[in-house]
């Protein structure tokens, strides 16, 4: 999956530039609301909602967009009501992608994200009809700095993580999906910075492709994160690093 993680880490992680920091801070607002309604105020005894905050804070969010989101979740202050929604769909090259949404209107939004995928040379599938091609996982990325492989790789494992990968400037660590938080938190504790943490939709294969089709497919993902309503995109693909760059 040394692809797929690649993208995430040169293209949506790396995306809070003042063009896009806007828009980002919708959707964590967004997730931050829909986990509080969904788990309580506390962060404390709400991983979710926790890791929705510290995400918000790693982008400089100001603290008082954050608690107004929490309130909105909590009904303590009036907020639109958002629903999750999971859409299934194939991209060029044959990729199978994963797309996440925080909706008021489900009905608005897979119209939108089945004509970005009609434009961009992917179709909408039924449900199941690629989710069997992914395991749910929490994903944590770490920046390197003066860190040492070795010991980033220990400490991760010692607090319960199930993967670990060296990519360029980022060590990627994968976990249980209810273990997420407490590994964060124990990487944290051990002065390793995080700049990134959440659930993920890993790939348990991938498709190599290259060309015109990583083009296009590259095109797509970007248009389809840029949606207001879609969260988070996760794909299986493969490519050489030098397609990214060149996207």
Known sequence: MAG?????????YKAA???KRGALFTKLIREITVAAKQGGGDPDGNPRLRTAIDNARSL????????RAVKKGTGDLEGVDYVEVLYEAYGPGGVAIMIQALTDNP??????????LSRGGGNLG??????????RKGQILVDAGALTEDAVMEKALECGAEDFVHEDETFVITTAPADLHAVKAALEKASMKVSQAELSWIPK?????????ASQLLKLIEGL???EDVQKVDANFDMDMSEMTDA
């Open 205 to 213: 294969n991938t498709v190599a492709v290259a060309g015109e089709p």
């Open 60 to 67: 400089s969010m100001p603290k008082e967009n954050i608690e």
């Open 17 to 19: 530039t003042d063009k």
């Open 107 to 116: 009905t608005r939004t897979v119209a939108e994200i089945r004509a970005k």
């Open 126 to 135: 039924t449900s199941n009809s690629v989710a069997f091609m992914f395991d």
């Open 225 to 227: 994160e840029d949606l």
């Open 4 to 12: 797929h993680s690649k993208w995430k880490t040169t293209k949506h």
